[in-house]
């Protein structure tokens, strides 16, 4: 359980003179900003919140850095002047709220951390609890709030990360803790547990701790009430399978093929808090499918991993298909004798099939089933319905985000999606060309990353020389690549920081991981690269088996 209590300490007071330390492009269209304390950090970040720019997204505080993305080049150069030009000693913190988090202390790495920090098990126990932790940014994952203490307790991250790190564990990492907002892999040494739920939809405000907040844990005893199925938090909605009685049945999934999933263009401006954009992976191939179906860009459809997927039209229906291109069929319900069939045939007419093409807007009649079929280039297809599917809306979106579990489940054999009506002025559009897809070497452009000091010469030579391969272990997360190993000519850790969309990420075993839309929002392996924004959507349909080029390209103006 967890307790708010107001604070009697008023404003926290603004930290000293100081100035940015450096700014190190991350691709083009973010900067990751180098400050030289927490207190600056926190600085930077309000000032930012308070006032945003034209174009400003997101701004990810961390331990030394803030990373601060734009919708453009352009709006990017004015955050960099802004950040140059500011007074990090100027303004007040947010006075944030107590929180009290019980907590039982019989965490795995107890024993462990004991070691590293010379103390007994209740030396450890009364360290952690005895002080007032201060919640500095969030990050990671929904609700995950980075807790910076005296420094009391300083400890490594695990050597080897646990693959499942059950919701709500209490756990402490270099000098900050953090709980566990639900099941997930992590790094962090655990010394307990708690039944607080630290994120709900269903609170006006969803994080539990808040950036400025403090937090105490006041340690009790196994007895206490604790969440068991804390990892299955109502962060997600199940799939539209029963709309209600006012909605407007538009499609029935026969068959989801290997992942299908309701996306639209994704919830950004949230990072802050832990939330990733989401949305699809191919941006340009959703808004090529609305914009054929009559929709506004920002309507909900359907993305579609590796073709497989049957739907059934409840009532008349206009569809488009576009992104990997696939083979469409429709076929027509066979008609029963009393429907006109033939009774020589057995009481049914034989079913009529055909053809629509990709990239152009086609009729789906009540009762008709669409098959999407195998790709023979690219991976994803995007299915919009004129008006749009009307999935719940969540933090502003429809999107399923895999990573957080935020939005509607993966669709199974049986969902009903709901379609809105058209809305406005739009209309049909005419067929459209779509871009090429890859064939061969798939050339991707990068800015060299925030971190790419963090690699040998010959590891960052390697790493524009040599082909890469997207392995089967590729999701929406990211593209994990295989190749020859990035070796680091730097010891330790890196602390955790901000990572934008397009980001390649090298984890300790040296091959790459191309951040893709539901990604992490912060990270702390280092980023050798990151994909300029119009290569993303080419890298959205990059198959298992394909081949990767990165090609450098000079970083931002602004950032240098």
């Not at 945003?52 to 002047?81: F, M």
């Not at 994704?266 to 929709?295: K, Y």
């Not at 195998?374 to 969540?394: F, H, K």
């Not at 990604?519 to 088996?545: C, F, N, S």
Request: glycine share 10%.
């Amino acid at each position: 359980m967890s307790v708010h209590l107001p604070s009697r300490e008023g404003s926290v007071a603004a930290p000293s003179r100081a100035a940015v330390v450096g700014l190190r492009p991350a691709g083009d269209r973010a900067v990751l900003i180098e400050l030289p304390s927490l207190d600056a950090v926190l600085s930077l970040q309000r000032q930012l919140d308070a006032e945003p720019l034209p174009g400003q997204l997101d701004v990810v505080a961390a331990a030394t850095t803030v990373l601060v993305v734009a919708d453009s080049p352009e709006a990017l150069a004015l955050i960099a002047r802004r950040v140059r030009s500011l007074d990090l000693a100027s303004g007040e913190q947010r006075a944030g709220e107590l929180v009290v988090i019980e907590t039982v202390y019989d965490g795995a790495d107890l024993d462990e951390v004991a070691q590293l920090t010379g103390l007994s098990r209740e030396g450890v126990v009364a360290a952690h609890s005895g002080q007032v932790w201060n919640a500095a940014f969030g990050g990671f994952a929904p609700g995950f709030a980075y807790l910076a203490g005296d420094g009391g307790l300083d400890v490594p991250r695990r050597s080897s990360p646990r693959t499942a790190v059950p919701a709500g564990s209490v756990a402490i990492a270099g000098t900050y803790s953090a709980v566990y907002p639900r099941e997930s892999p992590g790094g962090w040494q655990l010394l307990g547990r708690a039944s607080a739920v630290m994120w709900d939809l269903e609170r006006a405000n969803p994080a539990l701790i808040r950036p400025g907040d403090r937090v105490r844990f006041e340690p009790v005893r196994a007895s206490a009430r604790l969440a068991e199925t804390q990892g299955s938090q109502p962060t997600t909605t199940p799939a539209p399978s029963s709309a209600g009685p006012a909605a407007n049945p538009g499609l029935v999934i026969v068959s989801p093929g290997l992942q299908s999933t309701v996306q639209d263009l994704g919830r950004p401006r949230l990072a802050a808090l832990g939330v990733s954009a989401a949305g699809a992976v191919d941006r340009s191939s959703l808004r090529r499918a609305n914009r054929l179906a009559g929709n506004p860009e920002t309507a909900a459809g359907l993305e579609v991993l590796f073709g497989g997927l049957v739907v059934r039209a409840e009532r008349d229906q206009v569809l488009a298909v576009t992104g990997a291109r696939v083979p469409l069929s429709v076929r027509r319900a066979e008609a029963s004798a009393d429907d006109g069939g033939s009774a020589d045939d057995g009481g049914s007419a034989p079913a009529v099939e055909r053809h629509p093409s990709l990239d152009a807007p086609f009729a789906l009649l009540a009762g008709e089933t669409l098959t999407l079929g195998a790709p023979t280039a690219g991976l994803r297809s995007y299915v919009a319905v004129r008006g749009g599917l009307d999935a719940p809306e969540i933090l502003g979106s429809r999107s399923t985000d895999t990573l957080s579990g935020i939005g509607p489940e993966p669709l199974r054999a049986g969902s009903t999606l709901a379609v809105l009506p058209p809305a406005g002025a739009h209309v049909v559009g005419a067929p459209e060309s779509a871009p090429p897809l890859p064939e061969g070497v798939a050339v991707l452009r990068v800015v060299p990353g925030p971190r790419q000091d963090w690699f040998t010469d010959a590891s960052a030579e390697a790493f524009y020389s040599e082909e890469w391969s997207v392995t089967p272990q590729s999701s929406r997360v990211g593209l994990r690549l295989a190749g020859p190993q990035l070796e680091r000519c730097r010891d330790g850790e890196l602390k955790s920081e901000g990572t934008v969309l397009g980001s390649v990420q090298v984890p300790p075993n040296g091959q790459p991981v191309l951040f893709l839309a539901d990604h992490p929002v912060t990270g702390g392996y280092p980023v050798i690269g990151v994909v300029v924004d119009a290569d993303l959507d080419l890298a959205a349909q990059l198959p298992p088996g394909a081949r990767v080029r990165f090609v450098m390209v000079a970083p931002p103006a602004a950032t240098h």
